[in-house]
Structures are given as C-alpha cells and as structure tokens.
C-alpha cells in the first residue's frame, strides 16, 4: 500500500508540474473505457488492460484477460467503479508527457495507446485478501524472518535469493540465501534498520542496508529501458563497490 500511496502524491506532483489537457483522440478511447467500466462490460475492460496488471504485494499479479474477468470484481469495487464512471475525459483525465494518461491523482494510468497498465487502488477484498496471504506466507519462511508487516520484494541474481520485508516505521529488513537455498532455511544474512528511497518521478527506487562497512543496496527499476533488468544488487566496503549484479524480480 506505501507504493500505491506514493505513486498517488507522484501523480499530484506531476499533475500540477506538466499534466496537459487530453487530446480529442485521447479522450476517445478514455470515454470508451468510462463507459465500458460504467455498463459493468468485464471482457471490453479486459482487452483495455496491459498485462501483467500488478496489484499490491503479496497479491498475485493479473495475467491475462481471463484472470481479470474471473477477478474484476475484487479490484472494480463499487468505489473504484463510481470513481471511473463520474470522471470526464476532459477534465478529470490528463496526459503527463511520456508517463501516460493519468486519472485525478493517479487512480488509474493508461498509455496512449489506450491500454491500462496501473490501477493504484485497493477495494476491500483485496485488503483481506493481503492480509491471508501474509499470514500464509510467514509460515512458510525460517522464524528468524517470520515477524514482519508487509513482504516488500524478492530479488534473484545469478548467486543469491534476497527477501526484503517491511517491518514498519520506515524500517526495512533484508535477508539473503544462495541461490540453490529455501526460505524456509536460516539466511545466511540478515540486516535490519533498513531504509526505501524514491528515485526520480517514474517510480524506481532503492534500498539501503548498512552493516559494519559494508553497504548493500538493490535497486528496483519500474521505468527503465527496454534491455535493462528490472533490479541491481550491489554491495559496497568503505565506499568501494565489491559486487554489482543484476537481479530479476521474482514473480507473484
């Protein structure tokens, strides 16, 4: 929920910086969608979404237009619904450069092509739903790592497995295995008191952990170019890098 909140204040950041008035051509295919969202038509909402549709950690991501239709109600609540429906195209709906299409403050974003790519809400069913599957994945992870507030991310480079868990109160902890290792084993490191920086307006960001000398910082990269991985792991001694590796991101 923290990112879907920060990229809502991203969105009012960018909206009172370079949000532009909707193109006629734009507006077009916004008002198809408001419509298709407002006579409930699942399969046309469907085929306006890019995918996959990521919803907020541990909630798996929507993979395909079947997976929504069988899931559209628990993301298209009534409020999310009356939000969509009541909006104008013309006033409610606009273009923030090559970021996209953006609803209010970042509701939804849709590219120019007319294709869904973020919903930054949250109805309720999804909420419970979080919170069983977080109690579900503690108990499947080694208890030195089972007390945490939210799962943040998991990182695999060519070596190691890296858990990232949200403790709360801006504190953030970090727990490595080697690769061929489970989660249900001891880590062979573990780094508490770390910290979430955003980087830019596009929604990459990194993580700092510190221990001793060291530094270790992941990097997770949300906008980056076609051939980049969407995750670093690098590890700093005094201030001098000793490992870069590029990491993919585990899928839900």
Known sequence: M???LCILLMGITIQNMSGQDLKPEYQKFVKNFIDNVKNDNREAVAEAIKYPLRRDNPIPSVKNKAELVKRYAEIFDAKLKAEISKSDPAKNWSEVGWRGIMLNQGTLWMD????????????EVESVLKNRLIASEKNKLHPSIAKFKAPEIILETSKFRVRIDDLGNDNYRYASWSINQLMSEKPDLIITNGKWFQDGTGGNHHYDFKKGNYLYQCYISVLGTKDSAPANLTIYQNGKEILNQDAQIVPR
């Open 2 to 4: 923290k990112k879907l």
């Open 112 to 123: 120019t092509d007319g294709k869904v790519f973020s919903i930054n809400y949250q109805s």
